[in-house]
């Protein structure tokens, strides 16, 4: 073989075993993944449906591989249970998440206190504040002291717990439940150690703070968050979560509660209307659904019952309006007492009791007099109907001899305790059979106008 040849053999095995890289030299460099964050707007009560909200938001950002989980929170408190649920799935969660207390003039108190403290990153907008976590009875009723203690020194162990392992203060998580103390943004956030971590003015810059910060995980591993140039996945409650929401406030549960009381006594005066009930059950069924989420006092609700029971007695007993004026009563205090809450936006306030108690008192009063006056009505049909029904004498009649009379459109065989004379007007005063007694209209004993 050549030395020419051998040159070009080489050639040609060098080019076979470099063949197969070509591919990969031509392939561009990988690019860094785009960060996605995921946020959530939580303006409502914290309930099961909030619960479901937020949890639901978490379990989303965790299987598209989120970097992080926003929730900008405002909210006046809720349901312990509903909190605990919350926290769990925070603490458990693989992405990192925030609770923004925004906009400015917002709070999340009570149980969105405990919230903030279980985030990863607690943040605040200006002219914010948390706090006041001391705990109520669910029921609306007030718990003893025993209870009460209890209650409370439990909320405050779970502070502590949140607050010592996100390396917050510890002494002001234990205030705000024991003392229902509250903080504004500075005061949390110049606390030493602080209670939140980031005061920010907007979402953007929660975002520009928020990048290149390393976060503590509850499990005690370190993340890195990149936020900049970040996609920004919002998450909308569904029309169910909506609709129930709306539901459990407490306003709207004392409308459908007044509603679907109205809808059945429609339909227990008028049977067969149909539409009345089954609005009046919908709307009831409702309210009972939000009124398990709700502290909801049962003096309240038993007043508001005893308050119909005086209206309806008050039709048929003559009290000169005191039962009624009893009854007015009892349903606005009722009322007032329905939800038992020391938060202002559970509570129901006189311009929605007084107007509905009123309208509702009126068309309760209208439709229970019109039913007693139907069944005071003589009836106009069968043979109670022709009692006091006038006629005609066809012959004359006398007592012992039946006669023939026209009532009514028809003539009928007819008997008198009187003579009468044909032509004579009569008045019917009784119905056997196909026979009538009949009287002279205008006589003595006869029933003029009626039976």
């Not at 080489?10 to 591919?23: E, F, M, N, S, Y």
């Not at 002219?127 to 002291?145: L, Q, R, Y």
């Not at 510890?170 to 939140?196: C, H, W, Y």
Request: with cysteine; hydrophobic share 50%.
């Amino acid at each position: 073989m050549t030395v020419r040849s051998a040159r070009l053999l080489i050639l040609l095995v060098t080019g076979a075993l470099w063949l197969p890289l070509l591919p990969l030299a031509a392939r561009p460099a990988p690019q860094a993944k785009t960060p996605l964050v995921f946020t959530a707007e939580v303006d409502a009560i914290i309930h099961p449906v909030t619960a479901d909200y937020m949890i639901g938001t978490i379990d989303r950002a965790g299987a598209a591989g989120a970097t992080l989980v926003v929730f900008t929170l405002r909210t006046p408190g809720g349901l312990v249970d509903s909190m605990i649920a919350i926290n769990k799935a925070i603490l458990a969660s693989k992405v990192p998440v925030v609770v923004y207390v925004a906009p400015s003039g917002s709070r999340a108190a009570s149980a969105g206190f405990l919230i903030t403290l279980a985030a990863d990153v607690a943040a605040m907008a200006p002219g914010t504040n948390i706090g006041a976590a001391h705990p109520v009875s669910g029921s609306g009723e007030k718990m003893d002291e025993t209870l009460a203690n209890k209650a409370a020194q439990d909320l405050a162990a779970q502070a502590r717990s949140l607050a010592e392992n996100r390396k917050r203060n510890v002494g002001l998580a234990e205030e705000a439940v024991i003392k229902s103390r509250s903080f504004t943004e500075d005061e949390a956030a110049n606390a030493v150690p602080p209670l939140v971590d980031l005061v920010a003015p907007s979402f953007d810059e929660l975002l520009k703070q928020l990048d290149g910060r390393v976060v503590t995980r509850f499990d005690g591993s370190s993340v890195t968050l990149h936020t900049a140039g970040a996609t920004i996945e919002r998450v909308e409650m569904s029309w169910r979560q909506r609709l129930l929401s709306a539901i459990a406030h407490p306003q709207v549960a004392y409308l459908l509660l007044s509603l679907g009381t109205l809808g059945l006594t429609i339909e227990l005066w008028n049977p067969g209307a149909i539409l009345p009930g089954v609005v009046g059950g919908l709307c009831l069924l409702l309210a009972f659904f939000a009124f398990q989420i709700l502290p909801v006092n049962y003096a309240g609700l038993l007043l508001i019952l005893f308050g119909l029971v005086l209206l309806v007695i008050e039709i048929k007993v003559t009290s000169f309006g005191l039962l009624a004026a009893g009854g007015i009563v009892s349903l606005v205090f009722g009322s007032l007492m329905l939800i038992d809450s020391p938060m202002p936006e559970l509570r129901l306030g006189l311009r929605i009791v007084l107007p509905v108690t009123l309208g509702f008192s009126a068309i309760v009063l209208f439709l229970v007099r019109l039913a007693v006056q139907s069944q005071r009505r003589r009836a106009v049909t069968g043979d109670a109907g022709m009692i006091g029904e006038r006629g005609r004498a066809v012959t004359p009649i006398r007592p012992g001899q039946p006669g023939r009379a026209a009532a009514h459109g028809e003539i009928w065989d007819a008997t008198a305790n009187e003579p009468i004379e044909e032509g004579d007007e009569v008045v019917v005063t009784a119905v056997q059979g196909l026979r009538l007694t009949v009287r002279r209209a205008g006589s003595r004993g006869s029933s003029e106008g009626g039976a």
